[in-house]
């Protein structure tokens, strides 16, 4: 059986520097896809987080992500990006209100239900969290590994990731032998891997360059067009501005959405 991991590489290939190719011949569906009309993968319902006895960090957000939509989430720093990401990675819950993801109210939902939703998303950590005793290899495979998937039949496909994040010739390195750089890339590429159908980065270009920036963002861009919904928190305005999707503003707790850049400027 063809690898789900092919097209994804193979999808960046052509979406290349232009990034608007069209790909619909060559996608195929996605494993859990169906025809019938899907809940929201996100949805926020007047949801307050507060640490401890601390103020609110984030204050009666309403707020709806539909399936395969791609949002850019930005905001000063302080403002609540990584806080609000780690309520969708299920790592806190709200101190108030309702969230829902892929239609699962967070709060009613027993450990194996938060263990399932959980293994449906894929998270870049703004600090990678890599596992310092595995090789990038091993890093990288681990959510296959936690699906099920035989490692030797994936390795090829994984191989192939790694290669178009540039980390081809550093496979059975450790992670604290990688720069910044390297290790942010190896988190992208074991975020994407096993084709999440929710993808959070935080800050995912904070450690590489420009050009680099944008290739990554292809990834995204390639899982999105598969589709995956994408929420990507970013410092970086000029990669929000060339890719042209939405945006989630955070400032002070609260959350304005605003229509994808060029789209601003007609
Ligand atoms: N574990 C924590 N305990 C207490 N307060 C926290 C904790 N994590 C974050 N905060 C506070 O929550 C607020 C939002 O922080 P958060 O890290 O979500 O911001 P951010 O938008 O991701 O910032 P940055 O752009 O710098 O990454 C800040 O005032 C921060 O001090
Ligand atoms: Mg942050």
Same mark, same amino acid.
């Given at each position: 059986m063809a690898s789900a991991l092919q097209p994804l590489v193979s999808t960046c290939i052509l979406l290349g520097?232009?990034?608007?190719?069209?790909l619909g011949p060559v996608l195929m569906p996605?494993?859990?896809?169906?025809?019938s009309p899907a809940p929201p993968v996100v949805e926020f319902e007047h949801v307050g987080l507060r640490y401890?006895?601390?103020?609110?960090?984030?204050?009666?957000l309403k707020l709806t992500l539909p399936p395969s939509s791609f949002h850019f989430l930005t905001g000063p720093s302080g403002a609540g990006k990584s806080s609000l990401l780690s309520l969708l990675y299920l790592s806190r819950m709200p101190s108030r209100g309702r969230l829902s993801i892929f239609g699962e109210d967070v709060a009613k939902a027993d450990r194996r239900t938060l263990t399932l939703l959980r293994r449906r998303i894929g998270v870049v950590f703004q600090d990678f969290r890599?596992?310092?005793? =595995? +090789?990038v290899v091993d890093n990288a495979s681990l959510p296959l590994r936690i699906a099920g998937r035989d490692p030797q039949e994936s390795r090829t496909n994984v191989v192939e990731l790694l290669d178009w994040v540039g980390l081809g010739g550093l496979l059975?390195?450790?992670?604290?032998? =990688? +720069?910044g750089g390297q290790k942010q890339r190896l988190a992208i590429a074991r975020a994407v891997v096993a084709r999440p159908k929710l993808l959070l980065a935080d800050?995912?270009?904070?450690?590489?360059?420009d050009q680099l920036a944008v290739r990554l963002l292809y990834l995204f861009e390639a899982l999105h067009r598969m589709g995956t919904t994408v929420v990507i928190a970013t410092h970086n305005m000029s990669l929000v501005e060339r890719f042209a999707y939405p945006e989630l503003r955070l400032d002070d707790g609260q959350i304005t959405r605003l229509p994808a850049k060029a789209a601003r400027l007609l």
């Amino acid at each position: 059986m063809a690898s789900a991991l092919q097209p994804l590489v193979s999808t960046c290939i052509l979406l290349g520097p232009a990034g608007h190719a069209n790909l619909g011949p060559v996608l195929m569906p996605h494993p859990e896809s169906s025809p019938s009309p899907a809940p929201p993968v996100v949805e926020f319902e007047h949801v307050g987080l507060r640490y401890g006895v601390g103020p609110e960090v984030l204050r009666d957000l309403k707020l709806t992500l539909p399936p395969s939509s791609f949002h850019f989430l930005t905001g000063p720093s302080g403002a609540g990006k990584s806080s609000l990401l780690s309520l969708l990675y299920l790592s806190r819950m709200p101190s108030r209100g309702r969230l829902s993801i892929f239609g699962e109210d967070v709060a009613k939902a027993d450990r194996r239900t938060l263990t399932l939703l959980r293994r449906r998303i894929g998270v870049v950590f703004q600090d990678f969290r890599l596992f310092d005793h =595995l +090789s990038v290899v091993d890093n990288a495979s681990l959510p296959l590994r936690i699906a099920g998937r035989d490692p030797q039949e994936s390795r090829t496909n994984v191989v192939e990731l790694l290669d178009w994040v540039g980390l081809g010739g550093l496979l059975d390195a450790r992670p604290p032998t =990688l +720069s910044g750089g390297q290790k942010q890339r190896l988190a992208i590429a074991r975020a994407v891997v096993a084709r999440p159908k929710l993808l959070l980065a935080d800050e995912p270009t904070g450690n590489v360059d420009d050009q680099l920036a944008v290739r990554l963002l292809y990834l995204f861009e390639a899982l999105h067009r598969m589709g995956t919904t994408v929420v990507i928190a970013t410092h970086n305005m000029s990669l929000v501005e060339r890719f042209a999707y939405p945006e989630l503003r955070l400032d002070d707790g609260q959350i304005t959405r605003l229509p994808a850049k060029a789209a601003r400027l007609l």
